[in-house]
């Protein structure tokens, strides 16, 4: 073979294999770019949902209070109960339809894909609320910067608008407003340390039927405000029992989570707030 063909050949092998070498990457390349648009769709996805639930019906089960299904579906209690026409003292009885798109609360007996049952009240505030339509003022709340990292101690203490921690711990958690991420804040501790009201209130809810909070409690402070305390190990309040700021409520656990720590939530009319807004700085 001449000197001319040899040196031909070579350089034909030599872009042969630049050829492979560049198939292989832009096939690579094609498989990350399907990974991250995917990868995106989910996210954005999520972020899309919204808290509050406008359409349909929820049928009340044994344990179920106005509170607790305002709770889980982003309502206001009192806009939920104007919604379905129930009044004071705000009665709800399992096979009841709460409805979320204009409707009326259907009774036990008309309620769909429901056995019917023996009225039980789930639901009696120890004090009658404001009526739903008559305007509420909000509870003035002095916001406080947030701690600098999310590391920095959480440490008990009073608070000129009223609310304190309600745990020592670390914050390893922060208020996320966009769709379903978290809407309160996460603070790490010591399995069975006490978990304190963060305010005064009424005990609304005390229990596990809220999926993804474990043992919780839930404290009515106003006609405005309420806050939820999750993953407890032990409850230490009943519903319907007045509470004061700082007073021992549960203790901290991991019941619904993955980790010994306190979920604790700021709901203003029914919406999630920053707690950071409202809690002392430290």
Known sequence: MSLTATLCQRNWIKGLGHVVVAVAVCSLLAACSSNSR??????????????????????????????????????????????????????????????????????????????????????????????????????TATPAQPPASSGTPAVAGGAPGGWIWPTNGTLIGRFASNGSLNKGIDIAGQLGQPVLAASSGTVVYAGSGLRGYGELVIIKHSDTYVSAYGHNRRLLVREGQQVKVGQNIAEMGSTGTDRVKLHFEIRRQGKPVDPLQYLPSR
């Open 38 to 139: 995917s990868t995106t769709t989910v996210v954005d996805r999520n972020a899309s949902q919204k808290p509050a639930v406008t359409s349909g019906q929820y049928v009340v089960r044994p344990g179920d209070t106005l509170y607790s299904i305002a709770f889980r579906y982003g309502w206001d209690w009192k806009a939920l109960a104007a919604r379905n026409n129930i009044s004071a003292p705000y009665t709800i009885r399992p096979g009841q339809a709460i409805r979320f798109d204009g409707g009326s609360s259907v009774a036990p007996s008309v309620a769909k894909n429901t056995t019917p049952v023996a009225p039980v009240i789930v639901n009696k505030p120890t004090s009658t609320p404001a009526t739903a339509s008559k305007p509420t003022t909000p509870v």
